[in-house]
Antibody, heavy 124, light 106 residues
Framework: QVQLQESGPGLVKPSETLSLTCTVSGGSISSYYWSWIRQPPGKGLEWIGYIYYSGSTNYNPSLKSRVTISVDTSKNQFSLKLSSVTAADTAVYYC??????????????????WGKGTTVTVSS | IQLTQSPSSLSASVGDRVTITCRASQGISSYLAWYQQKPGKAPKLLIYAASTLQSGVPSRFSGSGSGTDFTLTISSLQPEDFATYYCQQLNSYLWTFGQGTKVEIK
């Protein structure tokens, strides 16, 4: 079964760039959308953005100016870069797959596979 | 599209029937999913397409609604159901989550 694993530095200095990678195992990165979601301490889930295996992307407008998501199909990985970080970017970062189901002539979507999450702290 | 969940938290006893609502700021047809999250864990998909139970999820969970108003119902709350629940819309090309509903033990 498909599994996701986030990796990257757990501590980032203010104003620097946060970089995380999600490795997909047990299946191919092809034919799916892949997403990053984060959760600040004690708060709810925030969608950051997604990438299709072909490279097309879409980002949360509130983060769009600082976010880049990329994919490396040869390594079965996709990555997140968030620039100019502040303490407000301290969070658990999750990667997830957008699954789909075809029912009654429509495609329905959902996040069906999640990584365990990685904690990133922004501090000097 | 904004999603507003209510209540933000609730206290209930084992065996209670629990209902959580999620309201979208504009119509999203049935493009709504529900997730359960326990402390220190990743969210787990419960329901998609507003009412379709994900494989392996107990039948005490059910979802309903379309357009702007949706509900998640737990017919008989079990000890393992104490968690935070989130709705998510995937109708538009910008995805959003509700703010969450924490279900606590009474």
């Amino acid at each position: 079964q498909v599994q996701l694993q986030e990796s990257g530095p757990g501590l980032v200095k203010p104003s620097e760039t946060l970089s995380l990678t999600c490795t997909v195992s047990g299946g191919s990165i092809s034919s799916y959308y892949w997403s990053w979601i984060r959760q600040p301490p004690g708060k709810g889930l925030e969608w950051i953005g997604y990438i299709y295996y072909s490279g097309s992307t879409n980002y949360n407008p509130s983060l769009k100016s600082r976010v880049t998501i990329s994919v490396d199909t040869s390594k079965n990985q996709f990555s997140l870069k968030l620039s100019s970080v502040t303490a407000a970017d301290t969070a658990v970062y999750y990667c997830a797959r957008r699954g789909y189901s075809y029912e009654a002539h429509y495609y329905y979507y959902y996040m069906d596979v999640w990584g365990k999450g990685t904690t990133v702290t922004v501090s000097s | 599209i904004q999603l507003t969940q209510s209540p933000s938290s609730l206290s209930a006893s084992v065996g209670d029937r629990v209902t959580i609502t999620c309201r979208a700021s504009q119509g999203i047809s049935s493009y709504l999913a529900w997730y359960q999250q326990k402390p220190g864990k990743a969210p787990k998909l419960l329901i998609y397409a507003a009412s379709t139970l994900q494989s392996g999820v107990p039948s005490r969970f059910s979802g309903s609604g379309s357009g702007t108003d949706f509900t998640l119902t737990i017919s008989s709350l079990q000890p393992e159901d104490f968690a935070t629940y989130y709705c998510q819309q995937l109708n538009s090309y910008l995805w959003t989550f509700g703010q969450g509903t924490k279900v606590e033990i009474k």
